[in-house]
């Protein structure tokens, strides 16, 4: 990605922030937001920063593992910077799309093959989507009675992203365990590419697509041969996601709300479904998709209507778990994006001139 790119998509991302926070804002009393988070519990933000981290480090080190089984030689902190870069990519890319092609070419650059890493992007992925459905299948399955009677007129839209995901993972499930499904997927692309408007946009793609699905099918002999490595992975992506979902459960501390341990896992329940709902938003970061939900479930949750205007905490919460989750997390990538480079010319530098 050339740094023109880069620009180009910063500065599309801040004025679509600026568009959405201005119509979040307009629908809300903006004195009263303001108020809110200018009287937080500033060492609860501090401990959702820390949550942050621990989420960056543990999805950084889950990656590394799968890198530093097959490559041993492979640097511990390169690998990191690699992985964590990712943050920064995806945050300005659609669909969050940036950081795998950018990993890939980093590998390259540190004598990985291109066919080789993106076999470990893969793997890696499988164990995201793994670990992300686990978290929300069960989230769903314990809390579903209590989300029918708190928001029944929402209850449709979390089933609705939570069946996005699952139903992404089922596909990657049955593409790459099943040789024949994934043979009549391949024929069913044809046949689409012999109408003028399926040609035009999956002509030149077919063959990039079989080789995925083949891929894919690589990955999963792969994670299946090497389970230990494939549980561990999944169970430090699982813990990550718990440190990030639990952050909203500290931002709402911080502003006052009457929060007991009881409500800790549903606000994690909550905090999954509301990024569930929006990962599949086409805009950097989601901007947009995921303030509406985040605004919409958190202010319906009836611990948060009993503290007073729902609307306001919603809204100064939102603000703070944005500030934290996205500009702060693209912050570290952007940091690991730049250590990374500086860390491979010095050693060009001082290696190979």
Not at 176 to 181: E, H, L, T, V
Request: charged residues 15%; contains cysteine; positive net charge.
């Amino acid at each position: 990605m050339s740094k023109k790119t880069v620009i180009r998509n910063l500065i599309f991302l801040a004025a679509l922030l600026i568009i959405v926070l201005i119509v979040i804002l307009q629908l809300n009393d903006l004195e009263s937001i303001w108020y809110t988070i200018k009287q937080c519990n500033y060492s609860y933000i501090l401990l959702g920063v820390v949550f942050l981290l621990c989420y960056c480090l543990l999805f950084g080190f889950s990656m590394t593992l799968l890198v530093k089984r097959k490559y041993k030689w492979m640097n511990f902190t390169d690998s990191m910077l690699i992985s964590n870069s990712e943050f920064f990519f995806n945050g300005i890319t659609p669909f969050s799309t940036g950081g795998q092609p950018f990993q890939v070419y980093s590998f390259k650059r540190k004598g990985i093959r291109v066919s080789e890493s993106t076999s470990i992007l893969l793997y890696n992925f499988l164990c995201y989507q793994i670990s992300l459905n686990l978290i929300l299948i069960l989230s769903i399955s314990i809390y579903f009675r209590q989300l029918l009677d708190e928001i029944p007129n929402l209850l449709w839209l979390i089933v609705l992203g939570f069946l996005i995901n699952f139903l992404t993972m089922l596909i990657i499930f049955i593409l790459g365990r099943s040789k024949k499904a994934a043979k009549i997927m391949m024929n069913f692309l044809k046949f689409l590419c012999k109408f003028r408007l399926f040609k035009k946009i999956l002509g030149k793609k077919i063959k990039k697509i079989g080789k995925s699905i083949e891929n894919m099918q690589n990955v999963f002999k792969e994670a299946s041969k090497h389970r230990k490595t494939t549980i561990c992975v999944i169970f430090l992506k699982v813990i990550a996601f718990c440190f990030y979902y639990s952050i909203p459960f500290i931002i709402y501390k911080s502003l006052g709300v009457a929060l007991g341990a009881k409500d800790f896992f549903f606000m994690l329940a909550m905090s999954a479904f509301a990024c569930a709902i929006a990962v599949w938003v086409p805009t950097p970061g989601a901007v947009g998709g995921i303030e509406i939900a985040f605004n919409v479930l958190f202010s319906q949750i009836n611990v948060i209507k009993a503290s007073g205007n729902a609307e306001v905490y919603a809204a100064s919460a939102m603000i703070l778990w944005r500030f934290i989750t996205y500009y702060l997390i693209m912050l570290v990538g952007f940091i690991s994006y730049y250590l990374f480079e500086s860390r491979l010319k010095n050693y060009e530098s001082r290696y190979l001139y």
